[in-house]
């Protein structure tokens, strides 16, 4: 985050998502404010907390779009998750403290990611030596064998030994051991297959239901029967190249400190976790007394000590959300912010409305991100041998259709234009691999063609479109 400044954010987001400039310039400031906190004096660090935000607006505008790219952006533990799956106490559904442990999880699985990376080279050079132990095991008392003329002695593979010195001859075994070892390096091997114990648990599976979640017993169960299912062998007939990948990933597993992993995680997510919660307006609407929406107040107040700052007990210990960046969205159509209970608004001081797409945002969506829908069909049917080649009026043309459509039926932003393109590319993605004309040329008069009817029958629009 050190190298990103607020205006760099904004340029990246720039790449992806078309218009919204009052969010992008929101989100790059709250996530410039984490790295500003870590350079402030330790008595008032603890003391500043994280201005979470609202994004405001109809679907289909950019709201999960800007969140997801955010992920991909920053180094922070992100997660994303959706307040109408959560329900209060006592109802039957996934509590609010989960998004903290699926945070949490995601943290360790990028850090333990990040570790083995490091020990990679190690583990490939240590995996190589264990399939030369396979191929050759050292020799006791006994000769080495004469080698095939490949200069691989033919035997059966065996469990992994110590290695142990003494018992090998210096000269011949030595000898073809090299040249063994030359050979892998080459890939003159890969296509070889050996006999690889491989190590398998088998964990029962065991649902219990408790206020700590399904995940947190199911860790708790595994680590006090841990004893009672040990692991075993399972002999697999496989390639040397597929070998060395097994080998490999297991020795990576064993050269990282679990311990360091979780504690890095831990306060990664203290200090720099995100949290995107979706649909907060599902949960914000007038209560009528009955249904499903009794509980949604009760989801709010269940939220609120989680945004205010709270310890969540998780399988790999207790994390505090003092410093966790909450970012909610909504659409916000039958309900309004002041509709959420005064203390968790209170808790989302910035609100940012993001605006409805007309026509020529559509053009711009179509054309500029790196994303861009139309190169993405493009490149699809570039796959068959078609060069799809799309003239700027016919860009507009589906532009105006997809405001069209919006304006008269349901608004759902940008999501209208998969809709439309998929229509008007249906035959052609049907019939590609059998199209001779390589060449495509979609222009004004393709996209009325395929679209005028469905168009005029306003209808029929409502169904297809």
């Known amino acids: 985050m050190e190298d990103l400044k607020p205006v760099e954010i904004v340029r990246e987001l720039d790449k992806y998502i078309i218009g919204q400039k009052n969010a992008k310039r929101s989100v790059a400031v709250a996530l410039r404010n984490r790295w500003r906190r870590q350079q402030v004096d330790e008595s008032l660090k603890d003391e500043i907390a994280p201005k979470n935000i609202i994004l405001i607006g109809p679907t289909g505008v950019g709201k999960t779009e800007i969140s997801r790219r955010l992920a991909k952006l920053t180094d922070s533990p992100f997660v994303k998750v959706e307040a109408s799956k959560f329900t209060e106490v006592g109802y039957i559904g996934r509590d609010v403290e989960a998004m903290i442990r699926d945070l949490v999880e995601l943290a360790v699985n990028m850090i333990k990611s990040r570790e083995q990376d490091k020990v990679k080279e190690k583990a490939s050079h240590i995996a190589k030596e264990r399939v030369l132990d396979l191929l050759l095991p050292p020799a006791d008392k006994k000769e080495p064998e004469k080698p095939q003329e490949d200069g691989i002695i033919e035997i059966e593979a065996e469990p992994l030994q110590a290695k142990n010195d003494s018992a090998e001859p210096n000269g011949y075994f030595n000898k073809t051991r090299e040249k063994l070892r030359k050979m892998l390096k080459e890939h003159k091997l890969d296509e070889r297959y050996i006999d690889l114990n491989v190590s398998e648990r088998s964990m029962p599976v065991i649902e219990v239901f408790s206020n700590l979640g399904m995940e947190e017993m199911g860790i708790n169960l595994k680590d006090?029967?841990?004893?009672?299912?040990?692991?075993?062998?399972?002999?697999?007939?496989?390639?040397?190249?597929?070998?060395?990948?097994?080998?490999?990933?297991?020795?990576?597993?064993?050269?990282?400190?679990?311990?360091?992993?979780?504690?890095?995680?831990?306060?990664?997510?203290?200090?720099?976790?995100?949290?995107?919660?979706?649909?907060?307006?599902?949960?914000?609407?007038?209560?009528?007394?009955?249904?499903?929406?009794?509980?949604?107040?009760?989801?709010?107040?269940?939220?609120?000590?989680?945004?205010?700052?709270?310890?969540?007990?998780?399988?790999?210990?207790?994390?505090?959300?003092?410093?966790?960046l909450f970012i909610a969205s909504g659409a916000f159509h039958t309900a309004k912010p002041s509709d959420l209970i005064p203390e968790l608004q209170g808790r989302f001081p910035i609100r940012v409305e993001l605006n409805a797409l007309a026509a020529d945002e559509f053009v711009r969506i179509l054309t500029e991100p790196k994303n861009a829908l139309i190169l993405q069909y493009i490149a699809l049917l570039r796959t068959e041998g078609i060069d799809l080649v799309f003239e700027n009026e016919s860009i507009k043309k589906v532009s105006k259709i997809a405001e069209n459509v919006n304006n008269k039926t349901e608004n759902i932003g940008a999501r209208r234009l998969h809709t439309i393109m998929e229509r008007l590319l249906e035959d052609m993605l049907f019939d590609a691999p059998d199209i001779e004309d390589k060449k495509i040329v979609i222009n004004e008069d393709y996209v009325d063609k395929k679209l005028k009817d469905v168009i005029e029958d306003e209808d029929l629009s409502r169904y297809i479109l």
Do not use: N, W
């Open 224 to 324: 006090m029967l841990g004893g009672a299912f040990s692991q075993t062998k399972k002999s697999r007939k496989v390639k040397v190249k597929e070998a060395l990948k097994i080998i490999a990933a297991e020795e990576a597993q064993r050269l990282v400190d679990m311990d360091k992993v979780v504690d890095m995680a831990v306060e990664r997510v203290e200090q720099a976790g995100i949290v995107f919660i979706d649909e907060i307006d599902k949960i914000a609407e007038k209560e009528s007394g009955y249904g499903p929406g009794v509980s949604r107040a009760g989801v709010q107040r269940d939220l609120l000590p989680i945004v205010e700052g709270c310890s969540v007990t998780t399988k790999y210990g207790v994390v505090k959300t003092d410093h966790i």
